[in-house]
């Protein structure tokens, strides 16, 4: 097959992919009738109790008396409230992330003298295999990086004498090296893409083992490897809020699923990778980028409530930005009143405006901020309140540190892929039962029909 041809639908594809379309017809009042959680959710959308975990915990109620309310979202990870991790890692200025990867893995915060073997450990694995990054990463680049980022774990396999080997300290060296690798593989893959594809330099800078990896991102991606402690500041609070969010976020689920299969490590990372990849999970901060970018084009006065009132209402009734009638960056699953993140990051967020030059645009955020809550209670029938999540906010701090878009969910992948690694350890520890949850036919059964009875629907 011709290289042009391998993604072409032809007529006849056409015509078959209408017929098996015809037969995707499931009523949906079904769902209601048998009980069955659409998306693991029950109609308040609180996700399905599918398993335990000691890894995090994710809090959007209280109970006052016998009853539960909604209150200001808390983050636990291993107990700790995120809000004091992070505010415990300002007194003398040590990075966080690899202290939250040691918390959420070993199930303890490190004395300075774990740390430091913890950090070295991840410094050493911090290497990748002789000529992998011109016989993998450089060859055939593709234009997504998640997708790149997911067949170099997948070849990493190739690489490993224990790859299936799924005892506990093999599985932990294994999840310590590809948490030290996300990031080269996931910039790598970029520097590979930029310079086949749009024809610029190509730049592939060597790790530097005292730097953390907030700081190692930032030394590989840009030509002069160069930073300032705010925007490297900023970038490992991002790590930290985007490490883990409690076992039943997609690609977690996903990873507690394939692990219980048996199966290899690096065959679960790539599936995690695939999950994260959606738009509906990881690629919302895309959309919340783009819906910004769309809003200012529109917009003449960027501090006119007038103006960014109707834009919003728009979006809404599906007349503006990509029409599918959603404000992105607000509202989530599981909180109500506020998303824990979120809070946590607006502080640093308008430091670092402040610091670039930004100020005016992150007045439009704060907006749209406080609008859209009351946009969408105008709107829209919900059962719960609306605040921004952490994506509201995510996009644009990438953006002000000079982040390609096409970085922003590997970026989350090279966060998450430390929570991933907790639960995995966790699911091969406790449970040895493959997941198998059940699904209803709801299709009568049919009596066989010979070839030449049968009747035409193409």
């Not at 992919?17 to 009738?33: E, M």
């Not at 749009?198 to 953390?212: N, Q, R, W």
């Not at 955020?365 to 952490?390: C, D, F, H, T, W």
Request: proline letters at 5%.
């Amino acid at each position: 097959m011709k290289e042009n041809e391998f993604s072409k639908i032809t007529p006849e594809m056409q015509r078959l992919a209408d017929l098996s379309s015809r037969h995707f017809t499931i009523d949906p009042s079904l769902y209601s009738k048998y009980d069955v959680k659409r998306g693991l959710r029950d109609i308040n959308g609180k996700g399905v109790l599918v398993g335990l975990t000691e890894i995090s915990e994710v809090c959007a109620t209280k109970r006052i008396g016998d009853q539960i309310i909604p209150a200001d979202g808390e983050l636990f990870y291993r107990g700790y409230n995120v809000q004091d991790l992070i505010s415990g890692i300002a007194p003398d200025s040590h990075f966080g992330f690899e202290e939250s990867t040691f918390l959420l893995i070993f199930g303890k915060l490190p004395t300075d003298s774990e740390l430091a073997e913890f950090t070295g450990q991840l410094s050493y694995f911090r290497s990748l295999p002789t000529s992998f990054v011109r016989d993998i990463i450089m060859k055939a680049p593709s234009q997504d990086m998640m997708n790149t980022l997911a067949r170099s774990v997948l070849t990493l396999y190739s690489y490993d004498n224990k790859a299936d080997d799924i005892s506990i300290p093999n599985v932990l060296r294994q999840c310590m090296q590809l948490i030290s690798l996300f990031p080269l593989l996931s910039v790598y893959g970029y520097q590979a893409y930029r310079h086949y594809h749009d024809g610029d330099s190509l730049f592939i800078h060597k790790p530097l083992p005292e730097l953390s990896t907030a700081e190692t991102i930032l030394h590989i991606l840009r030509p002069d490897s160069k930073y300032t402690p705010l925007e490297a500041r900023l970038l490992d609070i991002s790590l930290i809020l985007h490490m883990e969010h409690g076992g039943g976020n997609n690609s977690t689920f996903t990873t507690h699923l394939i692990s219980s299969s048996g199966t290899d490590t690096y065959s679960v990372v790539a599936a995690s990778i695939g999950s994260l990849k959606g738009p509906r999970h990881g690629g919302a901060n895309i959309k919340v980028v783009k819906m910004f970018e769309d809003m200012k084009e529109q917009i003449n006065d960027w501090k006119s409530e007038d103006e960014v009132r109707a834009y919003l209402k728009a979006i809404l009734n599906k007349e503006a930005f990509d029409h599918a009638g959603l404000i992105y960056g607000m509202g989530h699953a599981v909180y109500s009143l506020s998303d824990p993140r979120a809070r946590i990051f607006r502080s640093y967020v308008e430091r670092l405006s402040i610091e670039k030059g930004y100020d005016e645009e992150f007045g439009l955020y704060s907006m749209v901020e406080r609008l859209a809550p009351q946009v969408i209670a105008e709107e829209r029938k919900i059962y719960k309140g609306v605040s921004p999540n952490v994506d509201f906010y995510s996009g644009f701090v990438y953006r002000m540190l000079g982040l390609p878009l096409e970085l922003y969910t590997p970026i989350f992948a090279i966060a998450r892929i430390a929570g991933w690694s907790a639960h995995r350890l966790e699911e091969l520890a406790y449970n040895s039962r493959i997941m198998r949850p059940a699904y209803m036919s709801v299709l009568n059964r049919r009596d066989y029909v010979p070839m030449n009875e049968r009747m035409q629907e193409l």
